[in-house]
């Protein structure tokens, strides 16, 4: 999960970490990405973290020759 530390329409503390509980994974599956922000994180950030998902759960790409 993904979002900005200074998020004030989805404070932490109140809505993104129950959120995140309430996900239906094993803990050791579950990442929370805080980023320096508000609601919309850098994109930069959001696009590494969701690779670096993508690359653990779906296999790293293969480059062909």
Do not use: Q
């Given at each position: 999960m993904?979002?900005?530390?200074d998020?004030?329409?989805?404070?932490?503390e109140?809505?993104?970490?129950?959120?995140?509980?309430?996900f239906g994974a094993?803990?050791s599956?579950k990442?929370?990405?805080l980023?320096?922000?508000?609601?919309?994180?850098p994109?930069n950030?959001?696009?590494?973290?969701?690779?670096?998902?993508?690359d653990?759960?779906?296999?790293?790409?293969?480059?062909?020759?």
């Amino acid at each position: 999960m993904v979002s900005g530390s200074d998020d004030f329409t989805r404070p932490i503390e109140t809505v993104i970490r129950p959120m995140f509980e309430a996900f239906g994974a094993r803990d050791s599956e579950k990442h929370l990405a805080l980023f320096p922000g508000g609601h919309v994180p850098p994109k930069n950030d959001v696009v590494r973290e969701s690779l670096d998902w993508l690359d653990r759960f779906l296999g790293k790409v293969r480059r062909v020759p």
